[in-house]
């Protein structure tokens, strides 16, 4: 009555533990996201256990026939296409339900895109947010950038290679041209790229090749520098009463936050506390 989450290789097959292997080889069923795409993986291991699909589009279906099965007794490991299940991809309603159900989750640990990219991306690894695959749409994409741009801490998300462009260029409108940033693609595999770099040398060396853009992406944000902020907040203080002499508080606000490079929300919640 055991449910194990097994992490598997984002790209080279001979990053996977032993404990993996043999938990993949004993338990009764194997739920994989992609039961082609797996497929590999398990003939390169002689691993013959039967699969079934499990994705985004069947999880809220299939979990409660799962997680019966578990009760009754079977064993089953829980894969993605690539990496540790569940981030950025599916599982949490199986393992939610599971645990609730008072079945044994059990994690299979091993390799991660995003822990991969953040220990040799060089930018502060102490602490840090993951934010997954940022909106297609670019006006909700500035929002979630936004959102995150005044944190003082690493901020990590996934994109795909038709939109990494386009993100770097909202990222910069954003976050202006001084912010450190690191580009890591396909980790793991030949033609693995880590690029560390400002943002504006980043944009350069997405357009110099259009092979630099194929791949898919870990992007990490390094955090705003601590003294920065508060002198931000100090510079914040000073012109948003000057501001708001002129004008109303939303304006102020917008103009005060282009200014500092203060999230905009904070400069009006300051703006209309006054």
Known sequence: ???????????????????AIEVLKTVDVILAEDTRHSKRLLNHYDIATPMRAFHEHNETQKST?????????????????AGTPLISDPGYVLVSEAK????????????????????????????FSFFGFLPAKQTARLKAIQASAHLDETA?????????????????????????????KELT???E????????????????????????????ISGVDKN????????????????LSEMGASKAAKLAAKITGIDK???YQRAIDI
């Open 1 to 19: 009555m055991s449910l194990y989450i097994v992490a598997t290789p984002i790209g080279n097959l001979d990053d996977i533990t032993f404990r």
């Open 65 to 81: 026939t799962m997680i019966n099965e578990l009760l009754a007794g079977k064993t089953m490991a829980l894969i993605s296409d």
């Open 100 to 127: 609730k159900a008072g079945v044994t989750v059990v994690p299979i640990p091993g390799p991660s895109a995003i822990i991969s990219a953040l220990s040799a991306s060089g930018v502060a690894s102490d602490r």
């Open 156 to 184: 990590i998300f996934y994109e795909s290679p038709k939109r990494i462009l386009a993100c770097l260029f909202d990222f910069q409108s954003v976050l202006g041209d001084q912010r450190v940033v690191c580009l890591a």
């Open 189 to 191: 595999k030949s033609f």
């Open 193 to 220: 790229t880590i690029k560390t770099d400002a943002l504006p040398m980043l944009i350069d060396y997405l357009q110099v090749d259009d092979a630099h853009q194929k791949g898919e992406f870990v992007i990490l």
């Open 228 to 243: 920065n902020k508060v002198e931000g907040e100090e510079q914040l203080d000073k012109i948003l009463p000057i501001l």
């Open 265 to 267: 929300k904070h400069c």
